[in-house]
């Protein structure tokens, strides 16, 4: 007779040491990212995608679009801000 309880136990070990394995795979699986200004993109590879290719398409894409304002940071909120004029060092 078997005891199901154990079976349980067993089955739930084996569920656990999958998901273990699949977080330590992830872990070790880096992110190719882009930013331009405020545009921000990150691209898990993969055999279907050339990175390179991408990005370089991305880029192009941007630049026609805004030209060297795709450069430009805005920070929202901080529009008219003056900005502090230096004192001397370390102030």
Same mark, same amino acid.
């Given at each position: 007779?078997?005891? !199901?309880? !154990?079976?349980?136990? #067993?089955?739930?070990? $084996? =569920? @656990?040491?999958? $998901?273990?394995?699949? @977080?330590? &795979?992830?872990?070790? &699986?880096? !992110?190719?990212? @882009? ?16 990175? =390179? ?6 880029m192009d894409n941007i630049w026609d679009r805004f030209g060297k304002d795709?450069?430009? #940071?805005?920070? !929202?909120?901080?529009?008219g801000m003056e900005l502090k004029k230096p004192q001397g060092m370390h &102030?």
């Amino acid at each position: 007779m078997t005891d !199901s309880s !154990s079976e349980e136990d #067993v089955h739930m070990a $084996a =569920e @656990l040491m999958e $998901a273990k394995m699949a @977080l330590g &795979q992830a872990r070790t &699986q880096m !992110s190719h990212m @882009l930013r331009m200004g405020n545009f921000h993109i990150e691209i898990v590879p993969n055999n279907d995608i050339d990175i =390179e290719k991408f990005f370089t398409k991305t880029m192009d894409n941007i630049w026609d679009r805004f030209g060297k304002d795709a450069l430009e #940071v805005k920070v !929202s909120g901080m529009e008219g801000m003056e900005l502090k004029k230096p004192q001397g060092m370390h &102030q």
